[in-house]
Antibody, heavy 124, light 106 residues
Framework: EVQLLESGGGLVQPGGSLRLSCAASGFTFSSYAMSWVRQAPGKGLEWVSGISGSGLSTFYADSVKGRLTISRDSSKNTLSLQMASLRADDTAVYYC?????????????????WGQGILVTVSS | DIQMTQSPSSLSASVGDRVSITCLASQDVGVYLNWYQQKPGKAPKLLIYDASNLETGVPSRFSGVGSGTHFSFTISSLHPEDIGTYYCQQYDHLPSFGGGTKVEIK
């Protein structure tokens, strides 16, 4: 059974940093591209970043480029999102999501499994 | 960036009704269009991928059609458990989602 479990969320001050993790199990982690998708309170879904299965290719939404860094550790089956220079509009539930097909590039395929989400609140 | 426009933003229908949602893309996305269902407090769930393909385990009352810039999603007979918010998502370029359609029971 595929499972994705996010951790690392919480309250952070504007300008601060936070690192999210997503522990994956139930599939061959290194074969699948992964993404982070966020949802501000009461709002819709926003794709944030994607990474290929190899980790060699990464992609970012314009709204987070230069501030958020996606990475993966296939030895630990873990996806990460390093968040810096955080702003109030980064406040959201962050989901990690698995892409549906092997050989997808990172944001280039449907998301067939999602974690339960983790809340990040940016506030003073 | 590709903008996705969903309509309506909300709807209320009776159990057994046929429900349809439209999604318009700001540029041609081919068939790289998915539909998700999200229930309150839960993660989204993939229902339809590549415009018209039913994800494994999803009931056949859900369907999707379209290509290019115009897509439709239909629930042929609304069930009580279908309440939630539905999102379209393109992945022809960097992924983007529509604004969502909240479906309620009348």
């Amino acid at each position: 059974e595929v499972q994705l479990l996010e951790s690392g969320g919480g309250l952070v001050q504007p300008g601060g940093s936070l690192r999210l993790s997503c522990a994956a199990s139930g599939f061959t982690f290194s074969s699948y591209a992964m993404s982070w998708v966020r949802q501000a309170p009461g709002k819709g879904l926003e794709w944030v970043s994607g990474i290929s299965g190899s980790g060699l290719s990464t992609f970012y939404a314009d709204s987070v480029k230069g501030r958020l860094t996606i990475s993966r550790d296939s030895s630990k089956n873990t996806l990460s999102l390093q968040m810096a220079s955080l702003r109030a509009d980064d406040t959201a539930v962050y989901y990690c999501a698995k892409e549906r097909v092997v050989s997808c590039g990172g944001g280039s395929c449907p998301f067939d499994y999602w974690g339960q989400g983790i809340l990040v609140t940016v506030s003073s | 960036d590709i903008q996705m426009t969903q309509s309506p933003s909300s709807l209320s229908a009776s159990v057994g009704d046929r429900v349809s949602i439209t999604c318009l893309a700001s540029q041609d996305v081919g068939v790289y269009l998915n539909w998700y269902q999200q229930k309150p407090g839960k993660a989204p769930k993939l229902l339809i991928y590549d415009a018209s393909n039913l994800e494994t385990g999803v009931p056949s009352r859900f369907s999707g059609v379209g290509s290019g810039t115009h897509f439709s999603f239909t629930i042929s007979s609304l069930h009580p458990e279908d309440i939630g918010t539905y999102y379209c998502q393109q992945y022809d370029h960097l992924p983007s989602f529509g604004g969502g359609t909240k479906v309620e029971i009348k």
